[in-house]
């Protein structure tokens, strides 16, 4: 890659370019449960455009590069520190099981937020504050997108 190519700049792919992240982006990136639409993108940094050589090395669905990242763990995962990658790994796998239980409980089979919440943490075997203030956060991006999933 010569110097003029790495320089170059693009729209940005998450936010195509507004420089804040709607709802629309969160749905096409498939980031529910993940983002909530906000006035800055962290994709571009609010620029609008990025490099391409970024945009090449992260997905424009990166789920962890949001504007709430302080610029030390920032850091740490551009320089793809293998303790975070495992950690994020991890935690991305969590978020999608707790979700999927979610939608599959509350919004296909119509029980109670109650009554899929006690599903939740039986399938966990654990009933701490942690995974109940997840599970509220869930169930409220979960009905900001009502009917989309
Ligand atoms: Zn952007």
């Not at 790495?6 to 998450?14: F, H, Q």
Request: glycine share 4%; charged share 30%.
């Amino acid at each position: 890659m010569d110097t003029e190519e790495k320089g170059k700049l693009i729209d940005c792919p998450r936010c195509l370019g507004k420089g804040e992240v709607d709802k629309h982006d969160v749905i096409r990136l498939r980031r529910i449960f993940f983002w909530m639409p906000g006035p800055h993108c962290a994709f571009c940094n609010g620029l609008k455009r990025v490099e391409f050589s970024f945009a090449s090395r992260f997905n424009a669905d990166d789920w962890f590069i949001t504007s709430d990242l302080s610029l030390e763990m920032y850091q740490k995962y551009i320089d793809k520190d293998p303790e975070l990658l495992a950690q994020l790994e991890a935690h991305e796998h969590y978020i999608t099981s707790i979700s999927n239980l979610i939608i599959q409980y509350h919004y296909r089979l119509k029980l109670s937020k109650e009554d899929t919440r006690k599903i939740i943490l039986d399938s966990f075997r654990s009933n701490n504050a942690e995974l109940n203030n997840t599970i509220t956060g869930l169930f409220e991006q979960a009905d900001f997108f009502i009917g989309e999933f």
